[in-house]
């Protein structure tokens, strides 16, 4: 309990600092994203699922960016207090992006979305909230599936 609260403070110390050091910039396009920051967010929820998964993941993170529900900034939907299990958690840091999770930032970037516009991603096989199955499937990717 404790250090899941000291991890919830650091990571909204984090997503504080990098609200101000690096976040999408219009004017710069995709440039303006910080890839590395949305890689670890892949890697950490992810790895091991399909590439097409990998780029759901990031899709999704990028379609809570333009939903107006959600934070509207890169670091803002990650960091959002419980919005992904590993930034609470900590793996984002433990898990080192790999070319694949590099790969598919980039492609969700891009443009690519499997998940045609989904704001939610789970694994059904492990424990989540109720409420979470309140929402419309849209596809399932390997483990997760995507809703909106």
């Known amino acids: 309990m404790v250090l899941s609260l000291l991890v919830g403070v650091f990571a909204t110390l984090m997503g504080d600092w990098l609200a101000i050091r690096s976040t999408r910039i219009e004017a710069q396009g995709s440039a303006g ?5 949305l890689a670890r967010v892949v890697a950490a929820e992810a790895q091991g699922e399909p590439f097409a998964g990998q780029v759901g993941v990031a899709a ?9 529900s959600f934070p509207n900034t890169l670091s803002g939907v990650i960091y959002q207090p419980h919005a992904f299990e590993s930034v609470t958690n900590g793996l984002i840091w433990r898990r080192t992006p790999d070319a694949t999770a590099v790969s598919a930032s980039r492609q969700a970037i891009n443009g690519w ?13 492990k424990p989540v909230s109720p409420w979470i199955w309140s929402r419309q499937i849209v596809v399932r990717i ?7």
């Open 142 to 148: 390997g483990q997760h599936v995507f809703a909106r």
């Open 33 to 37: 994203w910080d890839i590395n920051l």
């Open 60 to 68: 999704v993170i990028l379609n809570r960016v333009r939903h107006p």
């Open 113 to 125: 979305d499997p998940t045609y516009g989904a704001v939610f991603f789970w694994n059904p096989s």
